[in-house]
């Protein structure tokens, strides 16, 4: 199992057209947590198919894109991608 694979499965048991989850979620979904960057940096959520962020897969192989986050509130929207 890969680390963020019960992100991907969470994100397609939603099926919505729009899902907003806190980091916190999505750290309890993570074995180890999110690590720093999550909550640091911008690229860390960017939608890269062909990348080292193997986190991006998890939401674009649910069919899904980061719609917008928020570092500050520490939020992130996903958008189905159909």
């Known amino acids: 199992m890969?680390?963020?694979?019960?992100?991907?499965?969470?994100?397609r048991c939603r099926g919505q057209p729009r899902i907003t989850m806190s980091f916190a979620e999505i750290d309890q979904l993570v074995p180890g947590g999110l690590p720093n960057s999550a909550y640091t940096y911008q690229a860390w959520w960017a939608n890269e198919r062909e990348t080292r962020?193997?986190?991006?897969?998890?939401?674009?192989?649910?069919g899904y894109?980061?719609?917008?986050?928020?570092?500050?509130?520490?939020t992130v929207t996903f958008r189905h991608s159909r």
Request: glycine share 0%; net charge negative.
């Open 2 to 11: 890969a680390k963020y694979d019960a992100l991907r499965d969470e994100l």
């Open 53 to 62: 962020h193997v986190q991006s897969l998890a939401w674009l192989e649910a």
């Open 65 to 74: 894109r980061v719609d917008r986050y928020d570092l500050a509130a520490r």
